[in-house]
Every structure is written in structure tokens, then in C-alpha cells.
């Protein structure tokens, strides 16, 4: 089963499935933590290369100190009115553990640059997904969205 097969539902609740046939960037997000302020750099990435095949994909999970703790709707609010997130968002889920969503036992099976592969580290990890669906490149949360490795990365990779 490939990435775009697993079931994910929008921040909504809705049934939706991954973007097909695009470069994604799928990070997950949280509103009260020290990094939340690179929603702006992945915003400015989906506006910057949305034309050209690549989609922003956030992701809210609550699993880092509670830094997640609203509803779809304070979610939706809070992206919305303070950075101006125009990708989509999911659900809100579990990104380690046993209640670890399927999206990110596929996600956190890629190693990122160092080699390491395994759980997510915290808020902001990102996972570049080619448009075929495998995971291409992982930035761990310190790497800031518009960082020149993730930039050239998402370059390289963009569909032709």
C-alpha cells in the first residue's frame, strides 16, 4: 500500500485523500509551541510552488506536551487568522506510539539526512513525499520550511 492509499480524514472530520501526483510536504503541526511560527515558512512554501505541482500538508497532533490541545475548529481558526494557512489540513492524530496513525508508520520509516529513522522527534517534522508516493527526504523539527536543504530538495524533486 502506497502512501496515497491510506485512509486520512480532513481537520473537519471528512474522509479526503492525499494529493495525488504532487510533491508534498507533510509536517505535523501544533498551535502553542516554540516553532509554530514556521507556519508562516510553510505557507510561503505552498503559495511559492503550488503552481508547479507541490501541496503543504499539515498534520496537528498533541503528542508534545499538549501543544495541540484545540478542536478542528480552534485549529482551523488559529492557522487561518494568524498565518494565513491556506494548504489543507488533517485530522488531528498520533504520530508515535501504538496509536500511531498508518500515514506515519509509512512516514516515519524514512530515515532523514543522518540515516535515522523512527519516531518523531516533535512539533514540525517534515516529511517530503515524492508525487509516486515514497518519502524522499525528512527534515527534523529544528530545520526551519524555507532552510536552502529543503528548498533545494523540494526543487529537485517538483513533477516535470
Not at 515514497?134 to 523539527?141: D, K, S
Amino acid at each position: 500500500m502506497g502512501i496515497h492509499d491510506i485512509e486520512v480524514r480532513a481537520l473537519d472530520g471528512s474522509p479526503t485523500r492525499l494529493p495525488e501526483g504532487q510533491l508534498l510536504l507533510v509536517a505535523n503541526v501544533a498551535s502553542k509551541c516554540g516553532l509554530t511560527p514556521q507556519y508562516t515558512g510553510l505557507e510561503r512554501l505552498h503559495e511559492r510552488y503550488a503552481n508547479r505541482g507541490f501541496c503543504v500538508v499539515g498534520v496537528p497532533c498533541n503528542q508534545f506536551m499538549g501543544q495541540e490541545p484545540g478542536n478542528a475548529e480552534e485549529i482551523q481558526e488559529f492557522c487561518s487568522t494568524t498565518y494565513g494557512v491556506t494548504f489543507p489540513m488533517l485530522e488531528k492524530c498520533d504520530v508515535n506510539g501504538e496509536q500511531r496513525h498508518p500515514l506515519f508508520v509509512e512516514l516515519t520509516a524514512a530515515p532523514d539526512a543522518d540515516g535515522e529513522a523512527g519516531d518523531v522527534q516533535w512539533n514540525f517534522e517534515k516529511f517530503l513525499v515524492s508525487p509516486a508516493g515514497t518519502v524522499v527526504a525528512r527534515f527534523r523539527p529544528g530545520t526551519e520550511p524555507e532552510d536552502p536543504q529543503v528548498v533545494s530538495a523540494i526543487e529537485a524533486n517538483l513533477p516535470s
